[in-house]
């Protein structure tokens, strides 16, 4: 039998792309070496928020003390909560599974690799099986990379795969990579008292953010005592006498019970025939055109394409392309601006341009108006009042939303929305925001007298 479409990972891309695909009446085959739900639900986004849903008391807790209005101490037994997390993503990989029962989408367990015109090998310890297609989606994710002296060694040294199947939290951690992955795991590790250190080549934490950003996330961090060192250079990292020893270019030495190397990850795309199909690769990502095909009848999302390394983008690419597999559009591929998150507490969003971005809109007209969080009653009534709303204009128009502070992440849908429509000054009452929310931070960071782009 030769399938409409063939998907290879079944991640947040590759299983929407597969379960769509099959809604729109297709014939699909979805092939996965390892497990359902990819990096995302196993070794990523969902684990990562298990962990801090389980924790977000310890942190409330701590801000109500603050005011001397609470006392006392939240435990959070930590083997408790791994065996929570592992039954939690088996009972999720089984409803994935069963859903894709029902839409008739075969799955294949086994390693996928391009064999020839229209063909995917399947390798399984069963053997190796030939499948053919009609059209192919290419949805192999990335994995953690590593710079040399920095590679995790299981022991004490270990990547954020690792991380997330410790038996025990650590008294102490070394965080390598100020980045969202490793500040989130930070964070955590902090909530269940441990002592961290963040290193980080570059001069900010969260350096991918509005650099204001940045500034209140090592704030608070600074606050809890974290060590923060920037602008330092890693020589390398190794388990030295049952702990983690971390050797900066400056020859001082840090150690810690563990170690966790968070600089980054590289798409899963080398060894499965790609390049031998035509596809081009350009630092390991899958190089795409307007239709996200990379070659003909071969379309390459989400991680592997390196695009933008987020769940929902993964899943907003999956939608397109089975629709076009399905001929149901024509239309090059649009993506409209994509929200991203920093999760924990304090928590940092941001959704179209930032102010460091100006340049990529009209410059000339680019203004900017900001809301402290600290007038606000929610952030009040948290005791959690650091942080900001900062909106982005240009030529009128909202073209960028950025916030920090706690729970910001539940301003994201509305922000997108927001950028999305492109919202003036005259929009701003076609929506009632309730009275008292977070929401409100927005509102008032929409009214806020604007200021022209330094
Ligand atoms: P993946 O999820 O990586 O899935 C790829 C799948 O392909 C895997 O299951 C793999 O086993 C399989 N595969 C690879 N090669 C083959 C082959 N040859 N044959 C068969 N199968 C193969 N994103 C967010 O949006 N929000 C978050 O909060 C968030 N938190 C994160 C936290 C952490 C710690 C990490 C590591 C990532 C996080 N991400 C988050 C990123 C998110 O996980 C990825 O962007 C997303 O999983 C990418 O989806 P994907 O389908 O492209 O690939």
Redesign the pocket.
């Known amino acids: 039998m030769t399938y409409d479409l063939i998907v290879?990972?079944?991640?947040?891309?590759?299983?929407d792309a597969a379960v769509e695909a099959a809604g729109l009446g297709l014939s699909v085959a979805l092939?996965?070496?390892?497990?359902l739900?990819?990096?995302?639900l196993?070794?990523?986004?969902i684990p990562?928020?298990l962990w801090l849903g389980a924790t977000s008391a310890v942190e409330e807790l701590h801000n109500q003390a603050r005011m001397k209005v609470a006392s006392g101490e939240v435990t959070v037994n930590f083997a408790a909560l791994q065996s929570r997390v592992q039954k939690h993503l088996a009972g999720t990989r089984k409803a994935m599974g069963m859903q894709l029962k029902k839409l008739g989408v075969e799955l294949v367990e086994?390693?996928?690799?391009l064999a020839g015109d229209h063909q995917v090998a399947v390798a399984s310890a069963d053997g190796e099986k030939t499948l053919a297609y009609k059209k192919l989606v290419v949805?192999?994710?990335?994995r953690?990379i590593f710079f040399p002296g920095l590679e995790p060694d299981g022991d004490c040294v270990l990547d954020?795969d690792m991380f997330?199947s410790l038996e025990s939290m650590p008294e102490s951690l070394i965080v390598v990579g100020a980045g969202?992955?490793g500040l989130?795991?930070a964070q955590v590790a902090h909530r269940f008292g441990c002592k961290v250190t963040v290193v980080d080549a570059m001069d900010r934490v969260a350096p991918l953010e509005d650099p204001e950003v940045s500034q209140a996330l090592a704030g608070v961090f600074k606050r809890w005592k974290w060590d923060i060192r920037l602008n330092e250079r890693v020589a390398g990292v190794v388990t030295r006498d049952g702990r983690a020893l971390l050797t900066l270019n400056s020859g001082e030495h840090i150690v810690a019970d563990k170690a966790l190397v968070a600089v980054g990850?590289g798409p899963?795309t080398k060894g499965?025939g790609l390049e031998e199909a035509g596809v081009e690769l350009l630092f390991n990502q899958i190089q795409v055109d307007e239709h996200l095909l990379a070659a003909p009848d071969i379309y390459a999302?989400?991680?592997?394409n390196g695009h933008i390394?987020?769940?929902?983008?993964?899943s907003h690419q999956a939608h397109y392309v089975a629709l076009h597999a399905a001929g149901k559009i024509e239309a090059p591929y649009v993506v409209g601006p994509v929200p991203s998150?920093l999760?924990g507490s304090p928590e940092a969003m941001r959704v179209g341009l930032m102010e460091n971005e100006a340049f990529l809109a009209d410059f000339e007209t680019t203004e900017v108006s900001v809301a402290q969080l600290a007038a606000n009653p929610m952030a009040q009534a948290h005791a959690a009042t650091q942080g900001f709303v900062k909106i982005i204009w240009s030529g009128g128009k909202v073209v960028g939303v950025t916030a920090v502070g706690h729970d910001v992440s539940r301003l994201v849908t509305p922000a997108a929305m927001i950028v999305h429509q492109g919202w003036t000054l005259d929009d701003i009452h076609s929506v009632i925001f309730p009275h008292p929310s977070l929401d409100e931070a927005l509102l008032m960071a929409l009214k806020a007298e604007r200021k022209q782009v330094q």
């Open positions: 290879i990972g079944a991640g947040p891309g590759g299983f092939i996965e070496k390892d497990f739900g990819g990096t995302c196993n070794r990523g986004c990562t928020k086994g390693t996928g690799r949805a192999t994710g990335s953690p954020s997330l969202f992955i989130e795991m990850r899963v499965i999302i989400g991680d592997a390394q987020l769940a929902h983008a993964a998150v999760y």
